[in-house]
């Protein structure tokens, strides 16, 4: 039982999710690959494929004062125009940007499982309004406030069209990966911050992670307090080994992008399966209990598959789902053999 971060839910050992996005333009059979291939966590897909509105960044400025979307995703900034107080449109989420979520909300009504949802945290949005021509303190300030906004219209959509199904909610960041870079334009202690406001947001009403796709200083986002970090096998994590120990004490999860999406799917699952044992063995020997490692670890794709064929994506997806079912093996075998 996964009790930090938010509401209590029952996440089985060795169970296999995603990261969020697909390659898919229909938006009916994206909704019945995610289902049909992790039942027992399904992740709600974005398909930019489809619209380059269901972009990450897209996504988190649609709806926010002084920002233009542009067909292609883009954004354009109006640096006066940006208020964090002013409130966010589209509070019922019934714009394209969040027509496939919608679908997925519809499809699991009747669930008692849990499912997954992402929502693009605060430091990315931050860094994309910067760029795009806000000064760093209003862009974050805006890029927080419009977040926690979105984080209470996304467990308010969910309850409207899924009522009763429990949430992990996770945080994605991929603007992370530039914390620890001296130009980088908030800094690090405000980023915390800004992640850790948002998963307050969503605490009411789903279990809360954190993802960031590449490196980053972990030993912060920990202290954000997610119940649930996400990552690539080898984005970072290893380095915070200390830092991980203490959470996985207070019964923090991690789940593992342990298949690649950088490039060619070609690694079988038993080597995979390998390569995560190995990364954990090092763990151990800096500290990590063995038996928290692989009873509250997850199995992912390291990231998100919308630049990848629906051939590839079938592929991750079925190496994760065999990674997760030798990790299920191992960690029932563990259980039964401690007692627990």
Known sequence: MAVMGGRSIDLPVGLDTAVGSLPHVDIDAAVAFALARQPRLPAAPSLPQR?????????????????????????????DELDPTAPVGDPDLAGEPFATLR??????????????????????????????????????????????????????????????????????????????????????????????????????????????????????????GPALVSAPLYGGLLLAAGSLARYLDDGGRIAWGVVPTDGPVGASAGRLFRQMSTAWCDLVRAGCDPVALRTQSLVTPACGLATHGITQAERVYGLTHQVAARLHDQAVGIRLSVGA
């Open 51 to 79: 619209t380059p509105l269901e972009g990450m960044v897209a996504q988190a400025a649609w709806g926010v004062s002084g920002v233009t979307l542009g067909a292609d995703g883009s954004i354009t900034v109006v640096p």
């Open 103 to 224: 679908a997925f909300l519809d499809a699991v009504a009747d669930r008692t499982e849990p499912v997954k949802l992402q929502l693009t945290g605060p430091v990315t949005l931050g860094v994309a309004l910067h760029a795009a021509g806000a000064d760093a303190d209003r862009a974050f300030a805006v890029a927080g406030a419009a977040v926690r906004a979105r984080a209470a219209a996304l467990l308010g959509l969910a309850e409207r069209r899924a009522p009763g199904v429990p949430l992990v909610v996770v945080v994605d960041e991929p603007g992370l990966t530039g914390i620890s870079h001296p130009d980088f334009p908030v800094a690090p202690d405000h980023a915390v911050d800004l992640v850790s406001g948002a998963l307050a947001a969503l605490e009411p009403g789903a279990l809360t992670g954190v993802h960031c796709c590449g490196p980053t200083d972990w030993n912060l986002v920990l202290s954000a």
